[in-house]
């Protein structure tokens, strides 16, 4: 048993590291990386979410934090292993500019628990999971918050004009018509405007009462995204 404990405790020549220091950077790591998937699943928004990126967060975290203990201090190895990963080529497109962060993120937390910076590891992920959380909870950086996407069409010939403008002055606190589409008769506009409304107001009462202004069809009422590009 003492020469199992000793050899469990003894830093190897070749590595640089105890076996002991080994499982502690790995285990280290995989608690950071089930920290930034968690984070990353409570903080995600949109309809891009995929369950194989946030499992290979958790393994990017262990992974580059082996591939830590492995380049060591030796620099042939560091230069080993970029050569041989400039043969891989990742073809994967990150649909969402923040799970470029998130990549980052999980590459900081291996290269810091695969050095054996463990105090920088735990406050690290720590203080930026949090930054993330109170981020995502804050909505910030989002320019609307209750606006809408509104698209319908009107009858110039047989419509009332006046009607829906009224109607949609009386219930919009704010109101920009964004495009405007002739047919190509002339006869139908299809319009599209960007409004909130006013307290008391529902979208289904818009989308009803526009229905039935006359010359008022194919109404269509969606909430606004926060990255918009017209």
Not at 57 to 72: E, K, Q, R, Y
Not at 202 to 208: E, G, I, L
Request: glycine fraction near 8%.
């Amino acid at each position: 048993m003492p020469e199992l404990m000793e050899w469990f405790t003894r830093t190897s020549d070749d590595l640089g590291y105890s076996p002991l220091s080994v499982i502690v950077n790995l285990v280290l790591a995989l608690g950071a990386g089930l920290l930034i998937g968690v984070i990353y699943r409570r903080t995600h928004k949109g309809l891009s979410y995929s369950q194989s990126f946030v499992v290979t967060l958790v393994l990017m975290c262990i992974t580059v934090s082996a591939v830590m203990m492995v380049i060591g201090s030796n620099l042939a190895r560091a230069f080993a292993l970029v050569g041989a990963l400039t043969i891989v080529r990742f073809r994967t497109v990150v649909k969402d500019t923040k799970d470029t962060a998130f990549i980052f993120f999980a590459l900081t937390e291996g290269i810091a628990s695969g050095t054996g910076n463990y105090i920088l590891t735990g406050f690290s992920t720590l203080f930026i999971g949090t930054v993330a959380m109170i981020l995502s909870r804050s909505d910030f950086g989002s320019m609307h918050r209750s606006e809408f996407i509104l698209r319908f069409r009107f009858n110039r010939e047989s419509g009332d004009e006046q009607g829906y403008i009224s109607y949609i002055n009386d219930r919009a606190g704010k109101s920009t018509i964004i495009h405007i589409e002739p047919s190509s008769d002339g006869v139908y506009l299809t319009l599209t405007y960007d409004l909130s409304l006013k307290p008391g107001f529902n979208s289904r009462d818009m989308v009803t009462g526009l229905n039935s202004i006359s010359g008022v069809d194919n109404v269509n009422l969606v909430a606004a995204s926060n990255d918009i590009d017209y």
